[in-house]
Nanobody, 121 residues
Framework: QVQLVESGGGLVQPGGSLRLSCAASGSILNINGMGWYRQAPGKQRELVAHIASGDVTNYADSVKGRFTISRDYTRNTVYLQMNSLNPEDTAVYYC???????????????WGQGTQVTVSS
């Protein structure tokens, strides 16, 4: 199986920064794309940023210019650097990995457990 471990959430003041990490491990054959989603209370889960093979990235309009997604291929880890945070960024952030594994050789999506990000003074 594939396991995802997220870290880096917490409480930060408006204008501050946080860096999220998500490490994938297990019987991974290949990772296609890695991304971050978030879900605020009473709202649907939404895409924040995604990075595909070849480091092709895309971002939600609300985070462009403030957030940066990156990937360490040797560690199967994806990062989300979040700068200039504001209260509207408060949410549970989830990592998603699209990977081929021994159990799912044609591919499957895997989700992290979520990490809380709270932006408040």
């Amino acid at each position: 199986q594939v396991q995802l471990v997220e870290s880096g959430g917490g409480l930060v003041q408006p204008g501050g920064s946080l860096r999220l990490s998500c490490a994938a491990s297990g019987s991974i054959l290949n990772i296609n794309g890695m991304g971050w989603y978030r879900q605020a209370p009473g709202k649907q889960r939404e895409l924040v940023a995604h990075i595909a093979s070849g480091d092709v990235t895309n971002y939600a309009d609300s985070v462009k210019g403030r957030f940066t997604i990156s990937r360490d291929y040797t560690r199967n880890t994806v990062y989300l650097q979040m700068n200039s945070l504001n209260p509207e960024d408060t949410a549970v952030y989830y990592c998603k990995v699209a990977a081929r594994s021994k159990r799912y050789p044609y591919g499957n999506d895997y989700w992290g457990q979520g990490t809380q990000v709270t932006v408040s003074s």
